[in-house]
Every structure is written in structure tokens, then in C-alpha cells.
């Protein structure tokens, strides 16, 4: 009987302690603001853990436009979010941020054009499959096309007083527009091509040297 019992302490005891450490992790998120704007409303947190700053837009249901819809946007929130971690005191010298997760590319007008843009003029991006004629792995396209100076020189602008650069992107689960998407295929993507448009992306932080 008191192994029976200890068994079955056990089973529960189990999940309770799986709970306190999720609990423990997802306490390591910092918040730092929260924005409402016409399009979307922007909670911005940071992780002491993996030195990461995290943007979470949610779009408003039927608005007029996307949330973050140019490089000025961007640059904004950028000087908004370390400005705050600054009042926070949590700007440590030594550029100790690693990234910044942007979240889906699709709240951000701005990078989802120059993505698709960039694909369909693009002679390796096959429109018609809707995937690169080389083989490349389309979350590999996506970091290779928005890793061009037209995109990061701006970020690196905003970060520069902070101590960082834009290093890249690092992306995962693309989206490539056609019959399966077309509930989520904003404006500016070809309704008879299949192009990338989206994706989950953080913003790579490298120290100025």
C-alpha cells in the first residue's frame, strides 16, 4: 500500500513540478511596454535569460493597414524598446542582446514587400512551384533576401547608439503564397503567384566593434 501511495504522489508530483518550472521560465520574460495603435496593439518584453527582446503585434480585426508598415516604423519601436530598457536599467554596456524576435513579417508591410518583391523578380524563385529553382530551402531564401543593405542599414541606424548593428535574420516556418493561403496573402502579394511573404524572424544584434 505505501508504494502504492508513493507511486501515485508520484504521478501528480510530476506534472506540479513541470508547471513551477515552466512557471520559473516564462517569469524570466521581462515587460517593457505596451503600444495601441489604429492597426495593432505592440506588447514589448525582453528575457533575461536568452537576452532576447520580444515584439508581439496583434492586428486589429478590419483595419485599414498593417501595423508596422515602414523602415521608420521599425526604427521606432527599436529606439522605444531600448530607450525603455534604459529607464529599466537593463541596457548592460557590452551590447549583451542578442536579437530581437519581430514575430510574423506579414505585421511588418515594409520587410513582406521587399520579400516578395525580391522572389519574383528573382530568376532562381520558380512563381509557378513556388520554390527556389536551386533547392534552397525556402527559410534559407528568406534570411538571403532580406539580408541585403537596403534593409539592415536602416535597423543598424536605430541600433547604432545603443551599442549593436543588424547582423541578419534568422527565420522560420515561410509562408509561400497561393490557393492554401490565400485567407492570409496580404495586398501587395500576386493573387497567381506563388511567392514568399511571411515567416517567423528574429533580428539578429551583433556589438559594434
Known amino acids: 500500500m505505501g508504494v502504492r501511495r508513493v507511486r501515485r504522489a508520484g504521478f501528480w508530483l510530476l506534472p506540479f513540478l513541470l508547471f513551477l ?24 518584453t525582453a528575457t533575461s535569460e536568452w ?21 521608420n ?14 529607464i529599466k536599467e537593463m541596457d548592460t554596456e557590452g551590447a549583451t542582446y542578442r536579437s530581437i524576435f519581430l514575430g510574423r513579417l506579414i505585421d511588418y508591410e515594409w520587410l513582406s514587400r521587399q520579400l516578395s518583391e525580391s522572389a519574383e523578380a528573382d530568376a532562381n524563385w520558380s512563381a509557378a512551384t513556388g520554390k527556389a ?6 527559410e534559407a531564401y528568406v534570411q538571403r533576401s532580406l539580408d541585403v543593405p537596403s534593409v539592415l542599414d536602416p535597423l543598424s541606424d536605430a541600433l ?10 534568422s527565420c522560420e516556418k515561410a509562408m509561400i503564397s497561393g490557393p492554401d493561403t490565400k485567407p492570409f496573402q496580404p495586398a501587395w502579394v500576386a493573387a497567381d503567384k506563388r511567392l514568399p511573404f511571411d515567416a517567423l524572424c528574429h533580428l539578429v544584434l551583433k556589438p559594434l566593434e
Open 21 to 44: 518550472a515552466a512557471r520559473a521560465h516564462a517569469d524570466t520574460e521581462i515587460p517593457l511596454f505596451t503600444a495601441q495603435r489604429e492597426a495593432c496593439d505592440i506588447n514589448a
Open 160 to 169: 547604432k547608439p545603443y551599442g549593436y548593428r543588424a547582423g541578419g535574420f
Open 73 to 86: 516604423d521599425t526604427a521606432g519601436l527599436i529606439t522605444l524598446v531600448f530607450a525603455t530598457l534604459s
Open 133 to 138: 529553382k536551386d533547392g534552397e530551402r525556402a
Open 51 to 71: 537576452r532576447t527582446i520580444i515584439f508581439r503585434i496583434t492586428p486589429h480585426q478590419g483595419a485599414p493597414r498593417t501595423c508596422v508598415a515602414t523602415q
